[in-house]
């Protein structure tokens, strides 16, 4: 069976992304360029981002001006983007651009992925949603040894210590990964 897994680097403070929505600030973290391949969740069929991520992988990797990166890095790869702006999609890409809750798509979601799993990236505010529907089974964190000053926090939420469950925890070259399997209650 599937499962969905928000699995994301933080600052060491618990923010996704700089004020400006950016992450230059992971990628200056040296080794950040060439992450662990362990450390990325496996049988990916579905990624589901916030508007934010998208923009910034699509403005920083130049993805329309070389939509075959897209295919280069999430071959046969849904991807759900949560927005109410309309923004651009590579040629070739399966993105669906989906206004509205969490709960009212994750059906669709969860179809769509199949047997292969759903891979949360962010942002914060998606991450409560999704737990809002008790539809996160594992919380992955990679946190960077970085702290900024403001941005985009990991979770604008109250999530008691009876829903998380320590599972893994261990250094990953200069990062500490965290990670949690999300119980709806005990």
């Not at 991520?53 to 403005?59: A, E, F, R, S, V």
């Not at 849904?78 to 509205?100: C, E, H, K, M, Q």
């Amino acid at each position: 069976m599937s499962e969905i897994i928000f699995d994301a680097a933080v600052s060491l403070n618990g923010y996704l992304a700089d004020e400006n929505h950016g992450l230059q600030w992971l990628f200056d973290v040296p080794g950040a360029q060439e992450p662990d391949p362990d450390l990325l969740p496996k049988n990916v069929g579905v990624h589901v981002e916030g508007a934010n991520t998208y923009k910034w992988l699509i403005d920083n990797e130049q993805l329309m001006e070389n939509p075959h990166k897209w295919q280069e890095y999430y071959p046969g790869v849904t991807t759900y983007v949560f927005t109410s702006r309309d923004l651009p999609i590579p040629d070739g890409a399966d993105v669906r651009l989906v206004n509205g809750p969490v709960a009212k798509f994750l059906p669709e979601i969860r179809g769509t992925a199949g047997l292969k799993n759903i891979w949360v990236l962010g942002g914060g505010e998606l991450l409560g949603q999704f737990l809002d529907a008790g539809a996160i089974d594992i919380l992955a964190l990679t946190i960077a040894p970085v702290a900024l000053a403001r941005g985009t926090e990991l979770l604008p939420r109250n999530i008691g210590s009876e829903r998380l469950e320590l599972v893994q925890a261990h250094k990953a070259g200069p990062f500490a990964r965290l990670v949690y399997r999300v119980h709806d209650s005990w």
